[in-house]
């Protein structure tokens, strides 16, 4: 029958009656044989009396450190906190009202992809600028790709070598075309994405306070009147057909919130559209082109490239005043004709 194993205090124990009585009266007194006690108390040596770790002389106190970390529920906390103020922050854009002052007619111009560099078609992009600072009434919305904003790792990385602008030159490029109109709304897409610090930065230089938003956003546009309009843009909505550049836009309409309104960029073609749908209502669609002029992904893709001088900026002219569905919006290829006609419409 094997010995039961003696844990430290009981093996120092007994080397310490063995070291006052003597092996033999020690072992007598516990009721084991001298042998066992001697195993015993070589046992104790090699583990604990002879280890410099074990002995009492080498033994020492420490202060009690407090944790550099916060407490673990007290993360939970913050975290909790945290979420909920940005559930709270995403579900007030959710149809958020933008509350027009008059009932005066009003128009709201997508401006497509601006891709602000050596593709842009900056001639076209600064008449466009101007009619919109010109016209009353005449509100743009961004609705994304402001820069080619090329990624800093990566395959796309080598296209910066084929582009004479640098990266803080696009950022400038940015700052001065968020100065230069009246936005009601900025969207963010893809290509700001692709290295994340042009959003943060256009969001720290935003000294106007502009709307700024990721990918989507959805809205009411309010006048005094009661008429409502809403609004699903989008820099592109799910879906892609290459007989219907606006199916990504139909989808949405068939098969996601209700609005009037479905506009997207994105693909660099202009597309407009109306119609009425099976519960009767009418819906208005539309896709951007945007100012990317001389594209070569276009060119080898064998994607479609328009060289007209219009559709960069898409323009729809709402009347709260006008009672009938179908003409309350106009939507306008042309942003000249858009302007032309706003201004007519205010005025007379």
């Known amino acids: 029958m094997s010995e039961q194993k003696l844990t430290k205090q009981e093996l120092e124990e007994r080397y310490k009656l063995s070291k006052a009585l003597g092996i033999k009266q020690a072992a007598a007194e516990i009721g084991i044989s001298t042998r066992q006690l001697r195993r ?4 104790y040596k090699v583990d604990y009396k002879n280890n410099p770790l074990q002995a009492e002389e080498y033994k020492f106190e420490l202060p009690v450190f407090p944790d550099e970390n916060e407490p673990i529920d007290t993360v ?11 559930l709270k922050a995403k579900n007030a854009k959710r149809w958020f009202p933008v509350k027009i002052p008059s009932n005066d007619p009003i128009g709201i111009a997508i401006v497509g992809d601006p891709h602000l560099g050596v593709h842009c078609n900056f001639s076209l992009l600064k008449r466009d600028v101007g009619i919109l600072n010109q016209t009353e009434g005449l509100f743009g919305v961004m609705i994304g790709d402001v820069a080619n904003n090329w990624p800093s790792v990566g395959r796309l990385l080598q296209l910066y070598a084929d582009e004479d602008i640098s990266r803080p030159t696009e950022r400038r490029l940015a700052k001065w075309f968020m100065e230069k109109v009246n936005w009601l709304i900025w969207i963010h897409g893809n290509h700001e994405r692709m290295n994340s610090e042009l959003m943060t930065y256009l969001e720290a230089v935003n000294a106007n306070r502009i709307l700024m938003e990721n990918w989507r956003v959805k809205f009411r546009i309010e006048f005094p009147n009661g008429s409502e309009v809403r609004c699903d843009f989008a820099h592109n909505h799910k879906g892609t057909s290459k007989y219907n550049p606006l199916m ?19 693909h660099h073609r202009w597309a407009m559209s109306n119609f009425e749908l099976d519960d009767s209502r009418i819906v208005h669609f539309g896709r951007a082109r945007g100012y990317k002029w001389l594209d070569d992904f276009a060119l080898v893709n064998q994607f479609h490239e328009s060289r007209l001088q219009s559709g960069a900026t898409i323009t729809f002219i709402i009347d709260p005043l006008d009672l009938n569905p179908v003409t309350r919006i106009k939507g306008f290829v042309d942003l000249a004709e858009a302007a032309e006609f706003l201004t007519w419409k205010r005025n007379r």
């Open 76 to 86: 939970v906390d913050q975290l909790e906190n945290a979420f909920n103020q940005k």
């Open 248 to 266: 990504g836009q139909m989808n949405a309409a068939l098969f996601e919130e209700d609005a009037d309104l479905y506009v997207a960029g994105h």
């Open 40 to 43: 015993t108390v070589a046992q």
